[in-house]
């Protein structure tokens, strides 16, 4: 069995391959039980698909009242969500959840406030769907467009994140797709409430509640035919710790865009100033440790003069350091400071746990980054222009940051409206997702009664 790295009740364990039809995937049933779990979650996918259709041919307008629907459902709902939230918090800290997933996991006023803004903004974002991408009418008078359409059936499997359950579905619908959730165990009160909000808003439109489903219900099984169920979900997206990731991309037989977990570095250059070195750090590090784009790693260069302030703002915050010898050696009077091993320098700590190393020269820092980094964000402090435009130049990751903080990696704060997660691989989509990375493309031929020769 893979466990995952998370407080969730439900564990991952891929069921074995499945010889079913292609076109009509089952996974073999482990008992009775199996059987009824994957004809339950089949079902589910199968009502997706038939939503899809409906959502393929909504215009900008409807979708749009939709969201603006969903946002006024969800502000109404508040007292349920934040009922259902509470009890599923109280579970976590019975069992002992750390404070940085409580975080995560928590839904309150300002948060339920935040989601619906989120989606009235998304509401006010271009449609993508139909949008032509290129086109051009050939030598014999056919008239070609490749122009964007809507995946179909998106599914998404992540963690203890309430607020990804509504991202996903404003991103979903406004694209045009139908989506199965699997939020895991740990928020199960909170995503059913969530999703009956969203439902009761879909219907108020003329929008069938299938276009937005859960397989919570079903547990890490659910999850498996999930990943089992090609040809019935068009895509696959994991969202979370590396072990959920790397277990759905490595036992889904639906298409997945992988979502990468984020071993962010910022190295600050010989020519960084003190003051925006320190806010920069501090916003990175300690605005909210619990997310990906937070910064895990500082490398600084040996002349510069931010060093001992960095150090000093960041013990003051609570930050604790995983410093390399030179470091320790420069610690300011009154840090304090473990030494860093190689696995501080491979780990996304998600917390107030920072590891900082010393280098010579942009060659060491670019060096210890490509062997260290996810290729999730990486960002430079530096007054330089030469290292600044080298360091983008050979940094391999899906964002580079100049002289600001690495939270800016948001699909929120890159004006995508939200994120259905952040991409680290290289086909098809990089970076934060969001409305254009949820839909396909196809090509339109016009003629009038050319044949081939």
């Known amino acids: ?54 959502l393929a041919r909504a215009n900008r307008s409807l979708k749009d009242r939709a969201l603006l629907a969903i946002a006024e459902g969800l502000k109404s709902a508040e007292s349920a969500i934040l009922a259902a939230n509470a009890e599923d918090l109280e579970r976590a800290r019975s069992q002992g959840t750390s404070a940085a997933l409580i ?74 797709n139908a989506v199965i959730l699997r939020g895991g165990g740990a928020v199960a009160r909170t995503n059913e409430a969530l999703l009956t909000a969203i439902g009761d808003a879909l219907v108020s439109v003329g929008l069938p509640a299938d276009a937005a489903q859960s397989v919570d219900a079903y547990g890490r099984e659910g999850g498996t035919v999930l990943m089992k169920a090609r040809g019935r979900v068009d895509v696959l997206i994991p969202r979370g710790g590396r072990e959920l990731i790397q277990t759905v991309v490595n036992n889904s037989v639906v298409p997945v865009i992988e979502t990468g977990e984020g071993n962010v570095h910022i190295f600050i250059d010989a020519s960084a100033e003190v003051e925006p070195s320190v806010e920069i750090l501090l916003n990175a590090k300690t605005q909210r440790p619990s997310v990906c784009n937070t910064v895990e790693t500082l490398l600084i260069h040996r002349d510069s003069v931010a060093l001992e302030s960095v150090l000093s703002a960041l013990a003051s915050a609570g930050v604790r350091l995983h410093v390399d010898e030179r470091v320790m050696a420069r610690l300011p009077e009154g840090v304090e400071a473990t030494a860093v091993t190689d696995d501080d320098w491979a780990t996304e700590y998600m917390d107030l746990d920072l590891a900082v190393g010393l280098v010579d020269s942009m060659d060491e820092a670019l060096e210890h ?70 839909t396909t493309t196809k090509w339109i031929v016009r003629g009038e009664g050319q044949v081939r020769s």
């Open 1 to 54: 069995m893979t466990v995952l790295t998370s407080s969730e009740e439900q564990q991952f364990s891929p069921a074995t391959d499945s010889s079913a039809d292609a076109a009509l995937p089952t996974v073999e049933p482990r008992g009775a039980a199996g059987a009824e779990v994957e004809a339950a979650v089949l079902a589910i996918a199968d009502r997706a698909r038939v939503a899809a259709r409906v």
């Open 103 to 176: 975080d995560r996991m928590s839904v309150d006023s300002p948060r339920i406030e935040s989601l619906a803004a989120a989606l009235t903004s998304l509401a006010a974002l271009p449609d993508p769907v139909g949008t032509v991408v290129r086109g051009q009418t050939l030598p014999n008078g056919l008239r070609l467009s490749q122009v964007r359409v809507p995946m179909g059936v998106v599914a998404a499997i992540y963690e203890a994140r309430p607020n990804v359950t509504v991202d996903i579905v404003g991103l979903a619908l406004k694209s045009g």
């Open 369 to 438: 980054i490509r062997r260290w980094s996810t290729g999730h964000t990486e960002a430079i402090l530096s007054n330089d222009l030469a290292q600044v435009e080298r360091f983008i130049a050979e940094i391999d990751s899906a964002a580079v940051i100049v002289n600001a903080s690495t939270r800016f990696t948001d699909g929120g704060e890159f004006g995508l409206g939200a994120e259905v997660g952040i991409s680290t691989q290289k086909l098809h989509a990089r970076g934060p997702m969001g409305l254009s990375e949820l």
